[in-house]
């Protein structure tokens, strides 16, 4: 798995959990309707110290040495939300950001492990909300973010062609 198929295997299962926008940060293309939730990848690889597992695939010239090993990653997640108008009501946009915050704190402690799971990663550790509003304008812009770690197996092919089988004697004497 690439940390790009892990990215959006996270961003899908958690919108559709919780029926809002999941996008990644910094982009140039408009912000949703709030509420929404923003992530930063702000670790996509940290490896576990191992050489990984490999295994020779193929022969002759075909031959393929592919290494498997159980790296990290880390998230960052941010749920935006805004005072507002809306139909039902007056919507206070930091009531609304802690609560979807917690809600997506769940998921990945109960639903989305068991889905990603299936999918083939581990949450590793949910971290602590904090708050990360900031002024926009003259309004404040409500957001609770935490960080998730995970783990997932990433596999990495190199084409070794022919190699010789190494053949050690022993010195008499």
Avoid at 24 to 34: F, I
Avoid at 75 to 84: A, E, G, K, L, P
Avoid at 161 to 169: D, I, Y
């Amino acid at each position: 798995m690439t940390f790009v198929t892990l990215r959006n295997l996270v961003a899908r299962g958690l919108s559709r959990a919780l029926g809002v926008p999941v996008t990644l940060s910094n982009q140039t293309e408009p912000e949703p309707d709030y509420p929404y939730i923003i992530y930063t990848p702000t670790s996509p690889y940290v490896p576990n110290g191992e050489m990984g597992d490999h295994v020779l695939q193929g022969e002759g010239e075909g031959l393929t040495d592919i290494r498997r090993e159980q790296p990290t990653a880390t998230i960052s997640f941010t749920v935006c939300s805004m005072n507002r108008e809306a139909e039902s009501g007056y919507i206070h946009g930091d009531d609304e950001a802690q609560e979807l915050a917690d809600r997506a704190i769940g998921w990945f402690l109960h639903g989305g492990r068991a889905e990603l799971s299936r999918g083939g990663v581990v949450v590793v550790d949910v971290l602590n909300a904090g708050d990360r509003s900031f002024i926009e304008i003259d309004e404040a812009v409500r957001q609770y973010g935490f960080d998730v770690v995970l783990r997932y197996c990433r596999a990495d092919k190199y084409v070794t062609g022919e190699t010789e089988q190494a053949v050690f004697k022993q010195k008499k004497g």
